[in-house]
């Protein structure tokens, strides 16, 4: 059960028999009474649609649409993130990348992190920015 503040003034109590006096056949606001009295809310898209359908009858007071709309606000939202699609980039092979490998290997045939990056970029890969700037540090320490 939740805690309100005033348990005899509840808003939606009242947006909801507003509504099933003005249509009683309503199966939707009916399934939304239920609900409401079981569990003591609803979620923001079933009160979303009961300010829908209660903006639409015109003996229900202005005022209490706008606390349904603030309780509607009010409310925690939950975003999803959006799948962000990750396509490769298939762009021609840094030469300069594939020239400071073959001259580090040359100088050092066994050096296992150039090693590493030769068969990244004969796999037709491309280094990251982190392995490109290490790539670079170790060109310059080896070979300049």
Known sequence: MQHRINPDIDIIAQVIAAVLTAKP???FCKSIQQQYF????LSKKQLEGLLGKAQRIQKIAPAKIATLE???KKKHVTQRSEATISASIVTAKDEQVGQMVAAILLKYPQHKRVLLFQS???KNNILNPAEKAELERLYKLLIK
Request: no cysteine; hydrophobic share 40%.
């Open 25 to 27: 056949d309503d199966g």
């Open 38 to 41: 079981e569990r003591g809310s």
């Open 70 to 72: 603030a309780i509607i």
């Open 120 to 122: 990244i970029f004969k």
